[in-house]
Nanobody
Framework: QVQLVESGGGLVQTGGSLRLSCVASGTFRRYSMGWFRQAPGKEREFVAAINWSDINTYYADFVKGRFTISRDNAKSTLYLQMSSLEPEDTAVYYC????????????????WGQGTQVTVSS
């Protein structure tokens, strides 16, 4: 099992940047990791994912090169660097862990953090 704790969310103006972190307990390096987000009244949606070896990354189309996912297995930490933020990026952001190699769908992720709020003001 793995437990996940996100941090780094907050209030930022349009065009600003934030870096989210997700610290994991347990055997972090065995899991593919992902970031998802959920805005009020909307379904949870995929943002980005990275496999255990840090070689392959996957992004939602709306990221458009603005976000970068990375991981530090030595620190058991997952990151999401977000730049050029827009009000539409406002949501609770969740990190998640999966035993599936190329996981990008919520159902493929068995472990979830509690989420961190990101609010982008216009």
């Amino acid at each position: 099992q793995v437990q996940l704790v996100e941090s780094g969310g907050g209030l930022v103006q349009t065009g600003g940047s934030l870096r989210l972190s997700c610290v994991a307990s347990g055997t972090f390096r065995r899991y593919s990791m992902g970031w998802f987000r959920q805005a009020p009244g909307k379904e949870r949606e995929f943002v980005a994912a990275i496999n255990w070896s840090d070689i392959n990354t996957y992004y939602a189309d709306f990221v458009k090169g603005r976000f970068t996912i990375s991981r530090d297995n030595a620190k058991s930490t997952l990151y999401l660097q977000m730049s050029s933020l827009e009000p539409e990026d406002t949501a609770v952001y969740y990190c998640a862990a999966s035993t599936t190699v190329r996981a990008t769908r919520p159902l493929e992720f068995a472990y979830w953090g509690q989420g961190t709020q990101v609010t982008v003001s216009s």
